[in-house]
């Protein structure tokens, strides 16, 4: 995916990763990061061109989902194979509606959609949850030999994003709603 790399990680450490050693918790770090704000966001933030989205229809509109958001833009239709006219379909909002006839089907749109480039804010906490995962050192953090008592630190893998991460995060991501009933009338 590579949303952010090792250069904008040590850019932020202020230093040069120390070994390869790091460099590879490092790499593993920004995967895992870069996952966990995708699936948090609900966003991937590449930019598509022309890619084919595939979706049911039950009746004749189809809400398009929240992850090919910002910037769609729609270039053909198809119900079942079937190329549809444009003047035979409307979207508004995240909603495609279509003009009377298929009601149950498969909708394929050819759309392009996404960011031109990660917003820098989604950068900077991909950034912030690896060195902060870089800075856990597992293992043994205290003992005690009366009574016998040993206590472990966390590891990274256990720590997902932190509360900051996701308050930076929270515009990106799609908040519930409360639901309101679509109207099978289409805009035609």
Same mark, same amino acid.
């Given at each position: 995916?590579?949303?952010?790399?090792a250069?904008d !990680?040590?850019? $932020?450490?202020? @230093?040069?990763?120390?070994?390869?050693?790091?460099?590879?918790?490092?790499?593993?770090?920004?995967?895992?990061?870069?996952?966990? !704000?995708?699936?948090?966001?609900?966003?991937?933030? *590449? #930019?598509?061109?022309?890619?084919p989205?595939?979706?049911?229809?039950?009746?004749?509109?189809?809400?398009?989902?929240?992850?090919?958001? /910002?910037?769609?833009?729609?270039?053909?239709?198809e119900?079942?194979?079937?190329?549809?006219?444009?003047?035979?379909?409307?979207?508004?909002?995240?909603?495609?509606?279509?003009?009377?006839?298929?009601?149950?089907?498969?909708?394929?749109?050819?759309?392009?959609?996404?960011?031109?480039?990660? /917003? /820098?804010?989604?950068?900077q !906490?991909?950034?912030?949850?690896? *060195?902060?995962?870089?800075?856990?050192?597992?293992?043994?953090?205290?003992?005690?030999?009366?009574?016998?008592?040993?206590?472990?630190?966390?590891?990274?893998?256990?720590?997902?994003?932190?509360?900051?991460?996701?308050? &930076?995060?929270?515009?990106?991501?799609? #908040?519930? $709603? &409360? *639901?309101?009933l @679509? @109207?099978?009338?289409? /805009?035609?």
């Amino acid at each position: 995916m590579g949303l952010a790399t090792a250069t904008d !990680v040590t850019a $932020r450490l202020g @230093r040069p990763l120390a070994d390869e050693l790091e460099a590879a918790r490092v790499a593993a770090y920004l995967a895992d990061a870069e996952a966990l !704000v995708i699936d948090w966001c609900g966003s991937d933030f *590449i #930019q598509h061109q022309d890619e084919p989205i595939a979706l049911p229809l039950y009746g004749d509109q189809v809400e398009i989902p929240h992850c090919h958001f /910002p910037g769609l833009k729609l270039t053909a239709v198809e119900v079942d194979g079937t190329a549809v006219l444009p003047e035979d379909w409307k979207l508004i909002g995240d909603t495609l509606y279509l003009r009377a006839g298929t009601s149950v089907g498969t909708v394929t749109l050819t759309a392009s959609w996404g960011w031109p480039a990660p /917003p /820098p804010v989604v950068i900077q !906490v991909i950034c912030a949850e690896v *060195i902060r995962w870089l800075a856990v050192s597992p293992g043994t953090i205290s003992e005690k030999t009366g009574e016998l008592e040993v206590e472990y630190a966390q590891t990274a893998a256990d720590a997902g994003l932190s509360h900051t991460a996701k308050a &930076s995060l929270r515009r990106f991501r799609r #908040q519930a $709603r &409360s *639901i309101h009933l @679509r @109207r099978s009338v289409t /805009p035609f």
